[in-house]
């Protein structure tokens, strides 16, 4: 039983190492390594070869404009979030602007300080969008918090409805701020 099986394997081992056929994983990586002797190849055979290497420089291509799409995509998004990370300024302007009791400004300054700490903390390991995508998540996530934190008292709310009303008035600090992050978006959109 074990010859007949060393047998089996031995035979169709040799079948497919006498086959012409490029291996569907190994040759399409490599493809550039292996050299064809034209002369010796049949019309058909020519028309196959012409076909798959037809497909490999597609593929490539396609491969290659990913890539140069992904780090446009990156550069512009890296671009927007230069702006974005401007709040920690704007967030002394708010407190000099709307001249706030010192509970909205403690509250302020807290997340003036996370901002800070989160871009000084991650933005220099942000390499490719990958690495992105989690950075903007947790810089959406302080953003949320912080406005979620005027909702706990009057006072605070009051702030908070001043402030978004103020986002669409381009003479406010906020406005302007919401101005620029919204044309920076709208470079990113593009790409």
Do not use: Q, W
């Amino acid at each position: 039983m074990k010859f007949l099986f060393l047998f089996i394997f031995f035979i169709s081992s040799n079948i497919y190492c006498e086959s012409n056929e490029l291996h569907p994983v190994i040759d399409t990586e490599n493809i550039e390594h292996i050299s064809y002797d034209i002369n010796l190849l049949e019309f058909k055979e020519l028309i196959e070869l012409r076909k798959k290497l037809k497909n490999y420089i597609i593929s490539f291509e396609s491969k290659k404009s990913e890539n140069i799409l992904d780090k446009e995509l990156y550069e512009a998004l890296m671009k927007y979030d230069d702006v974005r990370v401007k709040i920690i300024d704007v967030i002394d302007d708010i407190i000099r602007e709307y001249n706030v009791s010192s509970d909205i400004k403690k509250t302020l300054l807290s997340y003036k300080e996370t901002f800070s700490m989160h871009v000084r903390d991650n933005k220099l390991l942000v390499k490719n969008l990958n690495d992105y995508k989690s950075y903007d998540f947790r810089m959406g996530a302080v953003y949320l918090s912080m406005m979620s934190a005027f909702h706990d008292s009057e006072e605070k709310k009051f702030f908070y409805e001043r402030l978004v009303f103020d986002k669409k008035n381009e003479s406010t600090s906020i406005g302007k701020y919401i101005l620029k992050l919204n044309i920076a978006h709208e470079k990113v959109i593009l790409i």
